[in-house]
């Protein structure tokens, strides 16, 4: 029997695109190692979003080429989009597939070797990559929508990932059955730009979630991976206020809390439209999670509107920040402009930021303390069952068992170091 291992960057739609590859190998007849060790075939699901994604993806492939040199050498995904001729010059790669062809790497590994088309991908149809069974025991991810045609400045997903395009709402209805019935409680809707699933018609986002919400029994919990302020429409606040499955936390991309940087970054919208959004979702969910990603150090950023971004993201009061220092992307708008900062401002002022997400978090986990909370365990270790609520605040609590993949309603007694504490309200599996 073949075997594989498989190294996954960047995202959770390539963390999903590597588990569908894995489950169609091993039902291929393959069987899974791990990427320290020797294997025939290694597969680099790689990212190109930043700098150190890029140079994370070519220090795998060099590792798997280390580790075996007459293993087959499969690289896949979007550093292949964007940096095609770099890879060309590595004799060693058996195996290139960019943004398209994905559905069809068992067939290529099966052939030996290929080099599918990887030209302009700004016109292309949604791969549906079967998933029946997610590794993760409680939560899985489904890939609902892939490409961008947003074109940020700062971005390089629209040249790597290709045009908006998404699955017909009965296939992912479909594949969520499966993983309901494989035991999963939690799904997390992904994609690059899930607010616009099927956009311009009425099989959109609130229309696949009511999909979801009435016809997968089982279905626990419905988060949505990450989605933009201008696209949590009236319809999604609506649906979440008449059905618990869906979770109540929404990861808002904010990039930056000055006007000016948000417009050279070329961002649909202005930091008080963003503000007054949040303020909306707030009155009808006084306790959800709104969390963001940040990115310090854009071109031209000046120590004002830098300060301008931490006062923002405090009034805000965001559940917790991802931070980014500024990554320059060949072939983006935002590499032609002047006034580039160098990497020891961008990490001083990332580190402030990131200290600034630490206490901002502290501040919401610390809300929950005297309430109760409904917690799906995920792990338990040393006597401790640790796992998340709806909010994604972590909370652990004293056990003699395991509880995992299990849902209890939990007190929270006190915060500490990151997460909060509770006890069991009763010893009943919520239903």
Same mark, same amino acid.
């Given at each position: 029997?073949?075997?594989? $291992?498989?190294?996954?960057?960047?995202?959770?739609?390539?963390?999903?695109?590597?588990?569908?590859?894995?489950?169609?190998?091993? #039902?291929?007849?393959?069987?899974?190692?791990?990427?320290?060790?020797?294997?025939?075939?290694?597969?680099?699901?790689?990212?190109?979003?930043?700098?150190?994604?890029?140079?994370?993806?070519?220090?795998?492939?060099?590792?798997?080429?280390?580790?075996?040199?007459?293993? =087959?050498?499969?690289?896949?995904?979007?550093?292949?989009?964007?940096?095609?001729?770099?890879?060309?010059?590595?004799? *060693?790669?058996?195996?290139?597939? +960019?943004?398209?062809?994905?559905?069809?790497?068992?067939?290529?590994?099966?052939? +030996?070797?290929?080099?599918?088309?990887?030209?302009?991908? *700004?016109?292309?149809?949604?791969?549906?990559?079967?998933?029946?069974?997610?590794?993760?025991?409680?939560?899985?991810?489904?890939?609902?929508?892939?490409?961008?045609?947003?074109?940020?400045?700062?971005?390089?997903?629209?040249? $790597?990932?290709?045009?908006?395009?998404? /699955?017909?709402?009965?296939?992912?209805?479909?594949?969520?059955?499966?993983?309901?019935?494989?035991?999963?409680?939690?799904?997390?809707?992904?994609?690059?730009?899930?607010? *616009?699933?099927?956009?311009? #018609?009425?099989?959109?986002? #609130?229309?696949?979630?009511?999909?979801?919400?009435?016809?997968?029994?089982?279905?626990? *919990?419905?988060?949505?991976? %990450?989605?933009?302020?201008?696209?949590?429409?009236?319809?999604?606040?609506?649906? =979440?206020?008449?059905?618990?499955?869906?979770?109540?936390?929404?990861?808002?991309?904010?990039?930056?809390?000055?006007?000016?940087?948000?417009?050279?970054?070329?961002?649909?919208?202005? %930091?008080?439209?963003?503000?007054?959004?949040?303020?909306?979702?707030?009155?009808?969910?006084?306790?959800?999670?709104?969390?963001?990603?940040?990115?310090?150090?854009?071109?031209?950023?000046?120590?004002?509107?830098?300060?301008?971004?931490?006062?923002?993201?405090?009034?805000?009061?965001? %559940?917790? =920040?991802?931070?980014?220092?500024?990554?320059?992307? /060949?072939?983006?708008?935002?590499?032609?402009?002047?006034?580039?900062?160098?990497?020891? &401002?961008?990490?001083?002022? %990332?580190?402030?930021?990131?200290?600034?997400?630490?206490?901002?978090?502290?501040?919401?986990? =610390?809300?929950?303390?005297?309430?109760?909370?409904?917690?799906?365990?995920?792990?338990?270790?040393?006597?401790? /069952?640790? +796992?998340?609520?709806?909010?994604?605040?972590? @909370?652990?609590?004293?056990?003699?068992?395991?509880?995992?993949?299990?849902?209890?309603?939990?007190?929270? &007694?006190?915060?500490?170091?990151?997460?909060?504490?509770?006890?069991?309200?009763?010893?009943? @599996?919520?239903?």
């Amino acid at each position: 029997m073949k075997t594989f $291992a498989i190294a996954t960057l960047g995202c959770k739609v390539n963390t999903f695109e590597s588990e569908s590859y894995i489950e169609s190998l091993i #039902s291929s007849g393959y069987q899974l190692v791990d990427f320290k060790g020797p294997a025939d075939i290694y597969i680099i699901n790689t990212c190109s979003v930043t700098n150190t994604a890029a140079s994370k993806s070519r220090q795998k492939i060099h590792q798997a080429i280390r580790q075996n040199a007459d293993a =087959m050498i499969c690289v896949v995904g979007c550093y292949v989009q964007t940096n095609q001729d770099e890879l060309n010059d590595i004799d *060693r790669i058996d195996l290139l597939i +960019g943004a398209k062809h994905k559905s069809k790497l068992v067939e290529y590994i099966q052939q +030996g070797q290929g080099y599918p088309d990887i030209n302009d991908q *700004r016109d292309i149809m949604f791969e549906n990559l079967p998933l029946k069974q997610y590794n993760h025991q409680t939560r899985a991810f489904l890939k609902i929508q892939d490409g961008c045609d947003q074109f940020c400045s700062y971005c390089i997903i629209p040249f $790597a990932r290709g045009n908006e395009r998404w /699955a017909p709402s009965d296939d992912l209805v479909e594949m969520a059955k499966g993983l309901v019935r494989n035991g999963h409680k939690e799904i997390v809707l992904s994609g690059i730009h899930i607010g *616009r699933y099927g956009k311009d #018609s009425r099989h959109d986002l #609130s229309h696949l979630l009511k999909r979801l919400i009435d016809e997968v029994d089982g279905l626990r *919990r419905i988060r949505l991976s %990450s989605i933009e302020i201008t696209e949590i429409t009236p319809q999604l606040l609506d649906l =979440m206020t008449s059905s618990e499955k869906i979770v109540r936390h929404f990861h808002i991309p904010l990039q930056s809390g000055c006007d000016t940087v948000l417009k050279r970054m070329n961002r649909p919208y202005t %930091s008080d439209e963003f503000y007054v959004r949040i303020q909306e979702i707030r009155q009808r969910f006084p306790l959800i999670s709104i969390s963001t990603d940040v990115i310090v150090g854009f071109v031209g950023e000046s120590e004002e509107e830098f300060q301008t971004t931490v006062a923002f993201v405090e009034k805000c009061r965001f %559940s917790f =920040m991802h931070i980014f220092p500024y990554s320059m992307r /060949a072939n983006t708008a935002a590499a032609l402009m002047s006034g580039h900062l160098d990497a020891i &401002t961008k990490k001083a002022r %990332s580190q402030i930021l990131i200290e600034k997400s630490n206490l901002l978090k502290m501040r919401y986990d =610390m809300q929950f303390v005297n309430k109760e909370v409904s917690v799906l365990f995920e792990s338990f270790q040393k006597g401790i /069952a640790t +796992g998340h609520t709806g909010e994604y605040v972590l @909370v652990s609590v004293i056990s003699d068992e395991s509880m995992n993949n299990q849902c209890h309603r939990v007190w929270i &007694t006190h915060h500490k170091q990151g997460r909060n504490y509770g006890v069991l309200v009763k010893k009943v @599996v919520e239903s």
